[in-house]
């Protein structure tokens, strides 16, 4: 070292004694190198940190490259995500050097860290998921990666049905808590567990169903005005039945004894005959027309609830005195086996 600071000065001291015409020359000189070798030493150090194109320069990075520039990333450079201390990098320089790109594994580990310094970042540029549904339950909760269900697939970061599987193995096909409804067989788990959910439980709720089966015209409907507003999965099990057949008298315990719902007819009917789904209340006459064919002109405009109370004890309105009723209405009742004086009485 001090040999080489004697030179520098005895070299100083021959370039002061210079014409001064051959002293500007060389500082002009100097200037030139010093600035230009900054500027050649920072565009290499941007090329081989924040240009893509370094890294496609690597034969065996056209397949990741691809899928990169296809990809929700695809204006992040390489560096954001893909971190790599000097020494590393040297590591990379000399094995693709000697042709030995094989070796360069280690470099395309992505940190915890990179994921959050944008998505749990409050940037609206990006998704921000730290409230939301899935990753509150497996990024916080349960403390799983990103790269585990982010990163299994070379830059296609939306996670594959598998994914899920292989933690949630009793879902998959032919295990107990797999889909059994076949519409729903192939669809994508996120779609009735969606992650990106804000402030909201994982589990579909009724608006998560409804987002899609008020799509569907298949005939049933879902009226605002409708009496049962809890979740579709107090009475659809998508994981443990493949029809949506629901057990109304596993809350209505008593409906088959009520009124009219207890004559013979009625109680030997699937309650889905007359109440259709998610109406529930029979307020159209063709319900009961279906049956009741030859009662088409009676009361005609009106609706057989005026008259006739399925969830009385007689069948007929209790404020309805026996005598007042029609004589087709005691007809019906005879035929049932209940007499006018019972009605009254």
Known sequence: MKRLVD????????????????????????????????????????????????????HTMEKAW?????????????HSCHEVSPVQGAELVVNYLLERPDQNTTHARVKDESCEACHYS???????????????????????????CHGLRLHEFMPAIEICAACHADHVAGEAMAIKVPQMQNMHCVECHPFLREDSPLRPTRETCLSCHQK???????????PMKWDCKECHKPHEKDMPVVNCLSCHTDARQQGLHAAATHSQTACQACHLPHEWKVSRRDQCLGCHADKAGHNAGGLCSDCHGFGTVAGVREQQPAESAPQADLNLLGMLGISGESVGG
């Open 66 to 78: 691809e899928r990169w520039s296809q990809s929700e990333h695809s204006q992040v450079s390489c």
């Open 216 to 226: 569907i015209e298949d005939g049933v409907t879902f009226p605002e005005d409708g």
């Open 122 to 148: 409050g940037n609206p540029t990006w998704v921000q998921v730290a409230q939301t549904a899935g990753h509150k339950t497996h990024a916080e909760e349960q403390n799983i990666a990103c790269q585990t």
């Open 7 to 58: 030179w520098l000065k005895a070299l100083a001291t021959r370039a002061m004694r210079l014409p001064m015409p051959l002293k500007a020359a060389l500082a002009a000189v100097l200037v030139v190198v010093i600035f230009g070798g900054s500027f050649a030493s920072y565009r290499i150090y941007d090329y081989t940190q924040n240009d893509p194109s370094f890294c496609r320069s690597c």
